[in-house]
């Protein structure tokens, strides 16, 4: 019985030793992985927080532009605006009035219904302060060349032969484009001018057309129009003028 009770109490003590061994592994165990979970979370957190610190920059740095391309944006605008203040002002004090600015309306109107600018500038020029002129005007009719032409070619002479002059034009066309008899009167004519003694000068340009030119010390004034007296034909007026 002493020897059983014995080794009963030997027992006691290496049995509760082995619980302490167990209970110190779990809480080793524990503690380790209290430490870990710590770790993976400080590691976690630390990743968001690294993340967020980059978003933040760079919603800063777009804001930074936004508000550096909102300036420039302002200041485009107010110097569109200022210029556009300076253009009126320009135009505003370039702007013509009363008869200046009836007769550019007039100029342009004529150039938009096609005539040729040489025939404007030589309207405008003589129309400054008339030289003496005679009354008698020199009217020839006479059928300009066209390409449907056959027949010998016409001239106008004037001034008692010291001047003639041939016409060249389009010829006629139905509304198919075919071409027939007479020439166009809507179309370019070009007018040629020989002097005795062989000079020669053109004009050419919708009718009416005007041309001016100087021999013996007189300013001969030219106009052709379509004749309204003889369908089909040119009509060429010639006025002697003062010169200069």
């Given at each position: 019985m002493a020897s059983l009770a014995g080794r009963r109490m030997r027992r006691g003590p290496a049995r509760g030793m082995r619980w302490l061994l167990v209970a110190a592994a779990f809480a080793a165990v524990a503690a380790a992985s209290a430490a870990l979970a710590y770790q993976v979370?400080?590691?976690?957190?630390?990743?968001?927080?690294?993340?967020?610190?980059?978003?933040?920059?760079?919603?800063?740095?777009?804001?930074?532009?936004?508000?550096?391309?909102?300036?420039?944006?302002?200041?485009?605008?107010?110097?569109?605006?200022?210029?556009?203040?300076?253009?009126?002002?320009?135009?505003?004090s370039a702007v013509l009035r009363g008869d200046a600015a009836r007769l550019l309306g007039l100029v342009e109107q004529r150039l938009a219904d096609g005539v040729g600018p040489d025939r404007l500038a030589f309207v405008i020029d003589a129309a400054r302060l008339a030289p003496p002129c005679e009354d008698r005007l020199e009217i020839k009719r006479f059928q300009p060349r066209t390409p449907l032409s056959t027949s010998t070619l016409e001239t106008a002479t004037f001034l008692g032969d010291k001047i003639t002059v041939t016409a060249q034009a389009a010829a006629l066309r139905d509304e198919d484009g075919t071409l027939r008899p007479g020439f166009d009167p809507t179309q370019p004519v070009e007018l040629r001018f020989t002097a005795i003694g062989g000079a020669i000068e053109t004009a050419r340009g919708v009718l009416p057309l005007g041309h001016a030119l100087v021999l013996g010390g007189r300013e001969l004034r030219f106009l052709a129009r379509s004749s309204d007296k003889a369908p089909g034909r040119l009509e060429l007026s010639m006025q002697s003028c003062a010169y200069p």
């Open positions: 979370a400080a590691s976690r957190y630390a990743m968001e927080a690294e993340r967020l610190r980059r978003d933040l920059a760079v919603a800063r740095e777009a804001s930074r532009r936004a508000v550096e391309q909102a300036a420039a944006a302002e200041q485009r605008a107010a110097m569109a605006v200022a210029r556009s203040a300076r253009a009126k002002q320009e135009r505003d």
